[in-house]
């Protein structure tokens, strides 16, 4: 997509040289990180322009550029501490854990407004309660890869093996029979961890073709959430959600919505806020984690912030 205007700072520079310059540019919602990286390369008249950390398109926010000497320093940002204010919606739960994939089910209590006809005391407990569980994350967070990522396992790029079946699903290990976790742990695609064992509870992936499966141990590790600020639910329509939502994920929702009474309208339970969390942390699986955790049901992203800790730059 071409962008006409970005807003942006400089927070370095060389007078000696003018192509080389570090950016903070403000990614809006819609656009690729690399249509940011585009646009400065037309800005800045030269191709040697890159970008630390992608912004999913949907999302908006800060996206450090770097361009000319200084792309060779792009490396050092990608640790930077980052804040991140978010929305979720309880009860939705979908392919990528997000706003722009399929919807695969939904929670119906999360859906009859009656249930929070007195919305001040019902609100209030829920924040209570994602609170007391995002106190336990701030002592240790463990988060599996989404699927639709870029981590490689056994050479592939997790989203595009998403992509490319055209269907799959995730199972926690837990859940399965002795004769069913025996033969996933076979035919499992290599990989460098350990293959499942019967003592720990993780998550595999299923990429179903009709010619076979490929079975996938998704990828765990531990995630450090420095801080989290303003943590609350509110009830919202759910013309909130799909105002920010892909064509797939409405269209997806209102199938499973179907059998509602003529004139009937949902409201959703929201979870907003933000946290400060360190590099190579998924929110959309922290959203999932948190109201599988806290409210026992499902959980999906629909907006997304990013700003940086310029600060903690050394």
């Known amino acids: 997509m071409r962008i006409e205007k970005l807003d942006y700072k400089v927070i370095k520079s060389d007078d000696s040289d003018e192509l080389s310059k570090v950016i903070v540019a403000s990614k809006p919602i ?3 990180s690399h249509d940011v990286v ?73 859906f009859i407004s009656s249930l ?22 701030l002592v240790k967070y463990v988060q599996n890869v989404p699927v639709f990522s870029s981590v490689k396992v056994g050479g592939y790029k997790l989203r595009e093996l998403a992509r ?10 837990s859940d399965l029979t002795s004769t069913e976790l025996t033969y996933y742990s076979r035919s499992i ?42 943590i609350k639910t509110n009830i919202i329509e759910t013309e909130e959600v799909l105002r920010y939502s892909s064509k797939s994920f409405c269209e997806s929702l209102e199938k499973l919505l179907v059998n509602r009474k003529e004139g009937e309208e949902y409201t959703l339970v929201s979870i907003e806020g933000s946290v ?33 800790d310029l600060g903690s730059l050394k």
């Open 164 to 173: 490319s079946y055209p269907n799959f699903k995730v199972i926690n290990t």
């Open 189 to 230: 695609l290599t990989q460098e961890e350990d293959l499942i064992n019967k003592s720990e509870s993780r998550q595999i992936a299923i990429f179903e073709k009709i010619s076979g499966e490929l079975v996938v141990l998704i990828p765990e590790r531990e995630c450090k959430i420095f801080s989290y600020e303003n």
């Open 38 to 110: 585009d646009y400065f390369r037309h800005e800045l008249n030269t191709r040697k322009v890159g970008h630390a950390g992608t912004l999913d398109p949907f999302a908006e926010g800060e996206l450090i550029i770097a361009s000319g000497k200084y792309t060779k320093t792009l490396d050092s940002y990608l640790s930077l501490p980052k804040k991140y204010f978010f929305k979720g919606v309880a009860g939705i739960k979908t392919l990528s854990g997000d706003n722009q994939e399929e919807v695969r089910d939904i929670d119906p209590k999360y």
């Open 276 to 308: 400060i969390v360190e590099s190579g942390t998924y929110i959309r699986v922290l959203i999932e984690d948190l109201c599988k955790e806290a409210l026992d049901t499902y959980g999906s992203l629909y907006y997304l912030k990013r700003e940086y």
């Open 116 to 137: 929070y006809s007195n919305k001040s005391k019902d609100t209030k407990d829920l924040d209570v309660r994602l609170k007391s569980t995002l106190d336990k994350f």
């Open 30 to 32: 819609g656009v690729t």
